[in-house]
């Protein structure tokens, strides 16, 4: 245990990018990048959407990095109306529930009927990333993909998501997104949270419980990461540097009526 208390987490390989996290999760900015100071996601702010409101956990439970570039990249970034954001999640739970993001949907592109897609990608850490539809009288559909350092996960459109870190230890990622829209929180707040809630469980590793405000009771589809060559997506390959090499294929985040 002694050991990890200030180990450095170097970012580098699985980011492509010059990034370190400090044992307290805090990210470190190195050559040719433009420092971020984070925003914070506390504990107070996320009592809507936890299985149990008012439960024991840490004040600060995680750090939202928007816009991290290598400043030469920055025009390139702008012009292709992208941004790539990290963000830090601290490994614990809130009474048994993992911590995890608050969970949003995105809006519809102006005049499409598809929603902005967005693309993540872990640098340290296992995440557990919960995609789903948006609930109608039919239900919704709910996946879950679990992911390591190098994946990456696609969040198509039509689906919203949320981020769980199951794990001991700081889930770090990082994600691609188009720039000008805002994300819609309220469906999920309305219903108490996402569909379904992993908690800690005695003698197993982990536990989904369904969110009884979803009707009729949803089932969670488990599905395994993929490729997406086509989006310049391949597991262990950053995709800052991905951007880089062939923009173009990108242009899926800003147009994903003529992709999906
Ligand atoms: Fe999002």
């Known amino acids: 245990m002694c050991a990890t208390i200030n180990k450095v987490i170097d970012l580098a390989k699985t980011s492509g990018l010059p990034l370190t996290a400090d044992h307290e999760g805090r990210l470190a900015f190195g050559e040719g990048l433009e420092t971020v100071t984070p925003a914070v996601r506390r504990l107070a702010e996320m009592q809507e959407v936890l299985m149990a409101a008012g439960a024991d956990g840490p004040d600060e439970l995680y ?4 816009d991290v570039c290598r400043v ?16 830090v999640i601290r490994p614990g739970q809130i009474g048994r529930e993992f911590i995890k993001t608050a969970g949003h949907y995105h809006p519809l592109k102006p005049q499409t009927e598809f929603s902005y897609p967005e693309v993540y990608e872990v640098l340290a850490g296992k995440a557990h990333y919960l995609l789903q539809t948006e609930p109608d009288e039919d239900g919704i559909d709910a996946i879950l993909i679990e ?5 990456k996960v696609l969040i198509p459109p039509g689906y919203g998501h949320i981020t769980i870190n199951p794990g001991q230890e700081y889930l770090i990622m990082s994600n691609w997104v188009a720039a000008d829209f805002s994300s819609i929180y309220g469906p999920i707040k309305e219903l108490g949270g996402g569909a379904f809630f992993e908690v800690a469980a005695d003698g ?25 060559p086509e989006f310049g997506l391949v597991s262990g ?24």
């Open 63 to 66: 750090y939202m990095y928007r």
């Open 72 to 87: 030469q990249d920055k025009e390139l970034i702008a012009k292709y109306g992208l941004r790539y954001d990290v963000t």
């Open 147 to 151: 992911a390591v350092a190098g994946d």
């Open 204 to 228: 197993e590793d982990e536990e989904f419980v369904v969110n009884p405000k979803y009707k009729p009771t949803p089932r969670l589809s488990l599905q395994p990461v993929k490729n997406y």
């Open 237 to 260: 390959e950053p995709m800052y540097q991905a951007f880089l090499a062939d923009p173009d294929k990108f242009t899926f985040l800003t147009h994903p009526e003529k992709h999906f």
